[in-house]
């Protein structure tokens, strides 16, 4: 029984001269692998060269500060609620007197790590969060390590730094044009 | 100083051993860089500038890997099957002109060929065939049914494509009348290319140069899908080294024999005309000189192509199945091959040889020039 009518009927005819000559299908073959010899090559020379990023792209996470250099995060729990992956866990603290330069709101987080196995950045802990802390990078990803306790990332490895402009060296940084080109195209978008 | 004859033959017959080593060694990177480029890639590129020092890394490698013995091997055969299989293909570039004569202000002509035998042809021949020995030991060392299946492929196939190509090789004898690949070398110089002559020839003989040198489609003594790693799965280190870098030195001497006796070895076209005019400019000596020397560079771009050629099939076929590959040399190329042989001897019946016909050639031969340099 046929299941489709897409089945092609091949008829099994034996080879005549020409094709036992095996010559003509040779040179036909050598034809076109050396139309490829000339053609583009598909490699990405891959430290020197990166793939261009959408600017959509989800990649490594960050906690944001406000605009005085104050953690945003309160350790409300809800991007870890909304983490299908569970790759969110944190401990809660009470924010101390004279602490009120460091912490925007009374409580923060005393301890945030997300566990990049885990995660599947898929960016639910983003939407989730009311304070506007945690966000996805599309200009860097978590890069390979040795060990697997590396890639649990903790607060120091997530929280922006005060300077705006000191980013963190970790992770896979774009290069001046990639960025430039990253930056052109959003506010394309935007537009 | 006096500089005896011998001495500069030692020093051509060093220069050869060295060449061929080294484009040995090239090939591989060439074989990686053709291979990466024919499907889309670019190729190591990462030791050196353009991957160049990555023959120097693939040695290390090969050097520092561990010396195997497989339980059951005899020891002795195992370590004289690379050996074997080194120095066959190192002997056979021994007899190839690579370019005519370098003359001296004294009259001294150098040779640029590390020894002239007037069987020069059926020494190679001779010399190919033994390489097989190489890969039958090995593989019968080795104590490893792959391994000897391998070993019985390469033997029974060396056996089958010798015999299509000695035909094809006869057919071409009865062309030039010698078997010394200088004096062929020297009659492309003053006549036309025995392509010209011999095409049906050549394509056989270049199949069959591809059969015995062990390459795609023919590469079925090592066939990896097959027997895991053919005459080569108990090998490691630098014999395995060996065993793969005389496959490159076979293919090296292939190319030059190819070059060599059918595509006019050192001549080119052009050559009588710039010999003449460098000759009323600069002289008798000078002219010989540079014509020899662009005739080696010429010869080298004519053994490179061959080498490109080796790769791109390499790359463009997939291996013949083995009652193919039999039913290709028995029933096909040797039968053809006769057929060559028929139709070249009514050919010279026709219209006489090449050694007839060049009596007539205005030319002056190499051999009268080197007289006349002489005086």
Same mark, same amino acid.
């Given at each position: 029984?046929?299941?489709?009518?897409r089945?092609?009927?091949?008829?099994?005819?034996?080879?005549?001269?020409?094709?036992?000559?095996?010559?003509?299908?040779?040179?036909?073959?050598?034809?076109?692998?050396?139309?490829?010899?000339?053609?583009k090559?598909?490699t990405i020379r891959?430290?020197?060269?990166?793939?261009?990023i959408?600017?959509?792209?989800?990649g490594?996470?960050?906690?944001?500060?406000? /605009?005085?250099?104050?953690?945003r %995060?309160?350790a *409300? $729990?809800? !991007?870890?609620? &909304? +983490? @299908?992956?569970? =790759?969110?866990t944190?401990?809660?603290?009470?924010?101390?007197?004279?602490?009120?330069?460091?912490?925007?709101?009374?409580?923060?987080?005393?301890?945030? /790590?997300?566990?990049?196995l885990? %995660?599947?950045? *898929? $960016?639910l !802990?983003?939407? &989730? +969060? @009311?304070?506007? =802390?945690?966000?996805?990078?599309a200009?860097?990803?978590a890069?390979?390590?040795?060990?697997?306790?590396?890639?649990?990332?903790?607060?120091?490895?997530?929280?922006e730094?005060v300077?705006?402009?000191?980013?963190?060296?970790?992770g896979?940084?774009?290069?001046?044009?990639q =960025?430039?080109?990253?930056?052109?195209?959003?506010?394309?978008?935007?537009? | 100083?006096e500089?005896?004859a011998?001495?500069?033959q030692?020093?051509v017959?060093?220069?050869?051993?060295?060449i061929?080593?080294?484009i040995?060694?090239?090939?591989?990177?060439?074989?990686?860089?053709?291979?990466?480029?024919?499907?889309?890639?670019?190729?190591?590129?990462?030791?050196?500038?353009?991957?160049?020092?990555q023959?120097?890394?693939?040695?290390?490698?090969?050097?520092?890997k561990?010396?195997?013995?497989?339980?059951?091997?005899?020891r002795?055969?195992?370590?004289?099957?690379p050996?074997?299989?080194?120095?066959?293909?190192?002997?056979?570039?021994?007899?190839?002109?690579?370019?005519?004569?370098?003359?001296?202000?004294?009259?001294?002509?150098?040779?640029?060929?590390?020894?002239?035998?007037n069987?020069?042809?059926?020494y190679?021949?001779?010399?190919v065939s033994?390489?097989?020995?190489?890969?039958?030991?090995?593989?019968?060392?080795?104590?490893?049914?792959?391994?000897?299946?391998?070993?019985?492929?390469?033997?029974?196939?060396?056996?089958?494509?010798?015999?299509?190509?000695?035909?094809?090789?006869?057919?071409?004898?009865?062309?030039?009348?010698?078997l010394?690949?200088?004096?062929?070398?020297l009659?492309?110089?003053?006549g036309?290319?025995?392509?010209v002559y011999?095409?049906?020839?050549?394509?056989?003989f270049i199949?069959?140069a591809?059969?015995?040198?062990n390459?795609?489609?023919?590469?079925?003594?090592?066939?990896?899908?097959?027997?895991?790693?053919?005459?080569?799965?108990?090998y490691?280190?630098?014999?395995?080294?060996?065993?793969?870098?005389?496959?490159?030195?076979?293919?090296?001497?292939?190319?030059a024999?190819?070059?060599?006796?059918?595509?006019?070895?050192?001549?080119?076209?052009?050559e009588?005309?710039?010999?003449n005019?460098?000759?009323s400019?600069?002289?008798?000596?000078f002219?010989h000189?540079?014509?020899?020397?662009l005739?080696?560079v010429?010869?080298?771009?004519?053994?490179?192509?061959?080498?490109?050629?080796?790769?791109?099939?390499?790359?463009?076929?997939?291996?013949?199945?083995?009652?193919q590959?039999?039913?290709?040399?028995?029933?096909?190329l040797?039968?053809?091959?006769?057929?060559?042989?028929?139709?070249?001897g009514?050919?010279?019946?026709?219209?006489?040889?090449?050694?007839?016909?060049?009596?007539?050639?205005?030319?002056?031969a190499?051999?009268?020039?080197?007289?006349?340099?002489r005086?």
């Amino acid at each position: 029984m046929k299941l489709t009518n897409r089945s092609k009927h091949l008829e099994k005819k034996p080879m005549t001269l020409l094709e036992r000559a095996y010559l003509p299908a040779v040179l036909t073959g050598m034809g076109i692998t050396l139309k490829h010899f000339f053609s583009k090559k598909a490699t990405i020379r891959y430290p020197e060269e990166l793939r261009p990023i959408a600017p959509t792209f989800r990649g490594l996470h960050v906690l944001k500060r406000d /605009e005085a250099g104050r953690e945003r %995060c309160t350790a *409300c $729990g809800l !991007c870890a609620v &909304a +983490c @299908p992956a569970e =790759a969110i866990t944190m401990v809660a603290g009470e924010r101390k007197k004279g602490e009120e330069g460091l912490y925007r709101e009374e409580k923060y987080a005393v301890s945030y /790590e997300v566990n990049m196995l885990r %995660c599947i950045f *898929c $960016g639910l !802990c983003e939407e &989730a +969060c @009311p304070k506007a =802390a945690v966000y996805l990078q599309a200009d860097k990803m978590a890069p390979p390590r040795f060990e697997r306790d590396e890639f649990i990332y903790g607060k120091d490895r997530l929280v922006e730094p005060v300077d705006p402009n000191a980013r963190s060296k970790r992770g896979i940084q774009l290069t001046a044009e990639q =960025a430039e080109a990253l930056a052109r195209r959003m506010a394309g978008m935007d537009a | 100083m006096e500089i005896p004859a011998l001495a500069w033959q030692g020093l051509v017959i060093l220069a050869v051993f060295g060449i061929t080593l080294l484009i040995a060694t090239y090939s591989t990177y060439a074989e990686r860089v053709v291979a990466a480029f024919l499907q889309d890639r670019v190729g190591p590129d990462r030791a050196g500038p353009y991957g160049l020092l990555q023959p120097l890394a693939d040695a290390v490698k090969l050097f520092t890997k561990e010396e195997f013995f497989p339980a059951g091997s005899s020891r002795g055969l195992f370590i004289f099957g690379p050996c074997l299989a080194m120095t066959t293909a190192l002997m056979a570039s021994a007899v190839i002109p690579f370019g005519n004569t370098i003359l001296l202000g004294d009259g001294t002509a150098i040779r640029l060929q590390a020894i002239e035998v007037n069987i020069g042809m059926l020494y190679v021949f001779g010399v190919v065939s033994l390489g097989v020995y190489g890969l039958m030991i090995g593989g019968w060392a080795s104590n490893n049914k792959f391994s000897l299946l391998g070993a019985v492929r390469a033997a029974a196939q060396a056996v089958s494509y010798e015999l299509a190509m000695g035909m094809a090789l006869i057919a071409l004898l009865m062309v030039t009348g010698t078997l010394s690949l200088r004096e062929i070398a020297l009659q492309q110089y003053n006549g036309l290319w025995n392509i010209v002559y011999q095409p049906l020839g050549f394509i056989i003989f270049i199949v069959c140069a591809f059969a015995e040198t062990n390459r795609t489609p023919f590469d079925l003594p090592e066939c990896e899908t097959e027997l895991v790693g053919g005459y080569h799965t108990e090998y490691s280190s630098m014999k395995m080294g060996l065993y793969l870098f005389a496959e490159y030195i076979n293919v090296f001497v292939a190319s030059a024999v190819m070059s060599t006796l059918y595509f006019g070895g050192f001549s080119f076209p052009g050559e009588h005309l710039l010999y003449n005019t460098l000759t009323s400019s600069q002289g008798e000596l000078f002219a010989h000189n540079a014509v020899t020397i662009l005739g080696t560079v010429v010869l080298f771009a004519k053994i490179f192509f061959f080498i490109f050629f080796f790769m791109w099939v390499r790359w463009t076929l997939p291996r013949f199945r083995y009652d193919q590959l039999m039913r290709l040399g028995w029933t096909m190329l040797f039968p053809i091959a006769i057929l060559n042989i028929l139709l070249t001897g009514a050919f010279i019946l026709l219209f006489g040889n090449k050694e007839a016909k060049l009596d007539t050639t205005k030319q002056p031969a190499p051999t009268e020039i080197r007289a006349v340099a002489r005086k």
